[in-house]
């Protein structure tokens, strides 16, 4: 049975030999064209060193949130729960207090009594369970200033200069699409 393992283990070596020789040549094809640019969602980028930048002045989108309050009311409403249970209550007291034979009159009294007291006492908890408290919604209300839109931006790459638009400062390097740099556009 060992045997049989290494015959059949020998069998798929050059297979393993070929596929680790396939990847690392992937590998390194990968590597040499990466160069000078890097890859980002829609395409290729390189970066350039920028030699100016001027703001670009028009309509700004502004953010000015608003909050709006109101007062909540979480009013308690007597519960169904609370007659039953204390008509249960009452009438095993009135079952228990009333020494008779048949003690019927007793747990009926009791149940009704029972009931009653428990409906009176949930009612008025109910009444003194109104809360109010205050709670506050944020609402974002946009509106349009004059004020910096962008910024042109001056570059240069491999001995040619370029303008592209940005939304944001830039620094002293900046990631240009490689469409832009490529000799149909000089």
Known sequence: MFNKHITQGSDQLPRLLLGLVLLSLLLVSGCATYGSYDSYQSGRYVYADVLDYEPIEGDVRVNAPRVVCYEEYNDR??????????????????????????????TVIGAVAGGAIAHDIDRTNSRRGTQVRERCD??????????????????????????LQTDYVPDDVIRVPYELVSGSHY
Request: aromatic share 14%; glycine share 20%; hydrophobic share 30%.
């Open 77 to 106: 409403k007597p519960s169904a729960a609370a007659p039953i249970f204390g008509a249960i209550i009452g009438g095993l007291i009135g079952s228990a207090i009333d020494g008779g034979y048949d003690r019927s009159a007793g």
């Open 138 to 163: 944020e609402y974002d209300d946009y509106h349009y200033e004059q004020g910096v839109a962008g910024y042109k931006v001056t570059y240069q790459y491999a001995g040619k200069i370029g303008e």
